[in-house]
């Protein structure tokens, strides 16, 4: 399995629109990050996860030609706002996606145009399909939902073979934790390094999470300026731990 980071930025991105900060004007190209999102590259299987508003240009940079299924986190706009620009992928057949029902009741809402009887020409194509806590496939690949908290939210995290995909934390239920048993490579958010969030956990509470799973290797995502610079901000890290960056590829 080949997953691509193609986004590890919080909802406003890096830099910040407005700001001036040394990060935020910083020229590394591993302290620019677009809005989270990631590519997982399956049995020959394209799966997208969340599909924000830096969508059309991630998949220019990443030169991907195909899309075989979205599977969505939740319905705030950093990880919705580029459905839109799914319409090149669906010009053969609908681009699945894979959803708790109020995101899809989200999608329709701002996607009116895209689910209508009788739809333009060149409005994107998509197939919304509700899934749940239950386990599910994605053409012959085995999909774990994770619940988790994002404030009062109920959102999604996925289990993909022995890799985790949580981002927006900010409580694992006690009852996920089965689910994530032998996962080998954890993927989760970790804001900033200090004064916690009302809905994401910051990098001591991932650390912690992630030493109860216990995965070989575990990846931050979701990052927000405040991080520091990615080089500086990876020496403070223990070892096995790592701010992931955009285009990032890990083989698992």
């Known amino acids: 399995m080949k997953l691509t980071f193609l986004g ?14 040394e990060i935020c004007k910083s020229t590394d190209k591993k302290d620019k990050r677009l809005r989270c999102s990631s590519l997982i590259e399956v049995a020959d299987k394209h799966i997208l996860i969340d599909c924000g508003p830096d969508f059309r240009y991630q998949m ?4 991907v030609m195909k899309i075989d299924a979205v599977l969505l986190t939740h319905h705030h706009y950093d990880h919705i706002g580029g ?25 329709r809402r701002c996607l ?11 409005v994107p194509q998509l197939r919304l399909n509700t899934i749940t806590e ?44 089965d689910k994530l048993k032998g996962v ?4 989760i958010d970790a804001l900033r390094f200090k004064r916690e969030h009302i809905s994401h956990i910051i990098v001591p509470e991932a650390i912690a999470y992630a030493n109860r799973i216990a995965p070989e290797e575990t990846y931050f995502i979701h990052m927000s300026h405040q991080i520091g610079f990615h080089e500086e901000a990876n020496l403070r890290l223990p070892a096995h731990f790592h701010f992931a960056y955009d285009e990032q590829v890990l083989m698992l």
């Open 83 to 107: 459905l839109d620009d799914l319409r090149p992928y669906g010009r053969k057949q609908d681009v699945p996606i894979y959803a708790e029902a109020y995101v899809n009741k989200a999608i």
């Open 112 to 122: 009116p145009y895209a689910f209508t009887d009788h739809r333009y020409p060149g």
């Open 8 to 21: 590890t930025g919080t909802s406003t991105g890096v830099p910040e629109a407005g700001c001036i900060c």
């Open 60 to 63: 220019i940079r990443a030169g």
């Open 134 to 177: 239950e386990p599910f496939e994605i053409q012959g690949v085995p999909i774990i939902p994770i619940r988790l908290r994002h404030a009062n939210l109920p959102i999604l995290g996925y289990r993909i073979g022995d890799m985790a995909y949580l981002t927006d934390v900010k409580i694992i239920p006690e009852e996920e934790f």
């Open 184 to 187: 080998k490579t954890l993927i």
